[in-house]
């Protein structure tokens, strides 16, 4: 994945109308673990107002979603494998793990499916081309 795709996740967002739409009653911060990083991911009304890099001092976050890096850039690419191309089938495998309140992840899945996936745009253009 190119560096900053994460930094980036903000205005890939808010340049997915269909997203923002569908997360419009969504409010919530979710801590992404990339490997030895951490972001919090702070979400309104279906809008990423801020992605910040830890490390983090005693963080509020509502749930986490952490996995290793190799597991993240299997995830991001353009197309990933079987096990690594979905977010569920990360937990399933154990690839990802999901810690603290499931309810507004599961109630959002497939928000959080899209939202974390737009990175792969951004990895396929680096890649060689259009997808």
């Not at 910040?52 to 890096?69: E, I, M």
């Not at 190799?70 to 810690?99: N, Q, V």
């Amino acid at each position: 994945m190119r560096p900053g795709a994460i930094e980036r996740l903000a205005v890939l967002a808010d340049e997915d109308a269909w997203l923002v739409h569908r997360g419009r009653h969504l409010d919530t911060t979710f801590l992404l673990g990339i490997g030895d990083a951490d972001y919090l991911v702070r979400i309104h009304r279906g809008r990423v107002e801020a992605v910040d890099k830890g490390p983090f001092v005693q963080a509020r976050w509502t749930f986490a979603l952490r996995a290793s890096q190799e597991a993240w850039d299997t995830f991001w690419r353009p197309l990933p494998p079987p096990g690594g191309h979905d977010l569920i089938a990360m937990i399933k495998t154990k690839a990802l793990r999901l810690d603290g309140d499931q309810y507004p992840f599961m109630a959002n899945l497939r928000y959080f499916k899209d939202l974390l996936a737009l990175p792969r745009a951004t990895a396929g253009k680096t890649a060689g081309g259009a997808r």
